[in-house]
């Protein structure tokens, strides 16, 4: 058993040496290509990717020697297919981009659970290794470790939503099933779209709003072009992130490289990976008060409106995890459970 790598979060040289390699080309060892999407100055890669390759790196020695790429290789929804096929060797993809490739993970993203992304993140890990790695849902890739995001909001330009009936006529982007048929069921007009793209589809007038957490308003510069938002109890929807390796270069490397890269991923990395989020969450709340967008809780009245219509849709879920032999009820009671304990041992 290797002693756990510690995260040095503060310290800016080190992730700049990450930026730069972590360890140089002339090191002997598994090379191996890092590529995201992601702004570089997103507080997932400077709090969290960039560490975790860091780690990598000095935990075997440079006997794996991960680089991150100066530039995406293309939209999101793509990456699930270029670490399969081997176009890149680790990313993390965004499964609810490749609708359905994937199911299970949708439990993470169910509305009104938690406003802390680490306590969601952290708490679906363990779900995910008692009721769902059995599954496999991503041959072909090795999962290394999980992220979800803070809380999904209603954020839009046109108008104040404190009631549901305000949500009709507006075109919101959405990310994903969960929320799309939320969105819909709440009378709005959902428009599925990459965050890469919400930018351009405000400022040209074809969405009026976003669904969207604190942190994605400030990291993809939508400061100025949103003016309210909603703020649900325990988040409307959230996003899975999922880290892969492509399985053949996973089983390339040596036993004893295995067996560090999981040790310092799964659960370890999720839980400082989760703290980035919630990082990432503050600093947008102040940037969204410094562009004066008007921020308000979702009124109890709304909230249970949303709650009954969110129910035909959870249990559409419950359906479909059955089919596969798992127990849905089961891994929901268990996230909700793990929720409350990392929340009570966070405060």
């Known amino acids: 058993m290797i002693k756990k790598f510690t995260i040095a979060l503060t310290t800016s040289a080190a992730v700049a040496g990450v930026a730069l ?19 570089p100055t997103h507080e ?13 790196n000095e935990a075997t020695k440079g006997r794996v020697n991960i680089r991150m790429l100066t530039k995406g290789l293309g939209a999101p929804p793509a990456y699930h ?6 176009a890149i060797d680790v990313a993390h993809i965004i499964p609810a981009y490749t609708p359905g490739r994937f199911l299970l993970h949708k439990v993470a993203e169910f509305p009104f659970l938690t406003d802390s992304a680490k306590a969601r993140t952290v ?8 009721y769902f790695e059995k599954a496999n849902e991503a041959k072909g890739m090795k999962l290394l470790t999980i992220w979800v995001h803070g809380p999904g909001l209603i954020h839009n330009s046109k108008r104040p939503v404190t009631e549901m009936s305000q949500l009709k006529g507006l075109k919101l982007r959405v990310a994903g099933d969960n929320i ?9 007009t959902p ?9 351009n589809m405000l400022s040209k007038g074809v969405i009026d709003g976003v669904f969207l957490t604190y942190e994605g308003i400030k990291n993809f510069k939508l400061g100025k072009l949103v003016k309210y938002t909603t703020v649900p109890p325990g988040g409307l929807y959230a996003t899975m992130f999922q ?9 390339g490397l040596p036993k004893q490289d295995q067996k560090i890269i999981d040790e310092i991923s799964g659960e370890h990395a999720a839980n400082y990976i989760g703290d980035a989020w919630d990082t990432a969450d503050k600093r947008g709340i102040k940037h969204m008060k410094e562009n004066g967008i008007k921020i308000v809780p979702m009124p109890a009245a709304f909230t249970k409106k949303a709650k009954e219509l969110w129910k035909p849709i959870q249990a559409e879920w419950m359906k479909k995890a059955a089919a596969k032999g798992i127990d849905g009820e089961g891994a929901l009671a268990m996230l909700k459970a793990e929720i409350k304990k990392i929340e009570a041992a966070s405060k």
């Open 123 to 130: 708490a679906y890990w363990r779900v995910y290794k008692k």
């Open 191 to 199: 428009i599925f779209a990459p965050i890469t793209k919400v930018h």
């Open 21 to 39: 390699g972590g360890i140089t080309d002339a090191t002997a060892g598994q090379k191996l290509r890092y590529a995201t999407w992601d702004p």
């Open 81 to 86: 297919d270029f670490i399969k096929d081997g």
């Open 180 to 188: 799309s048929a939320l969105a819909k069921a709440m009378g709005s």
């Open 44 to 56: 997932v890669q400077t709090l969290g990717i960039r560490p975790w390759i860091k780690s990598v």
């Open 243 to 251: 880290m892969y390796m492509n399985q053949a270069k996973w089983d």
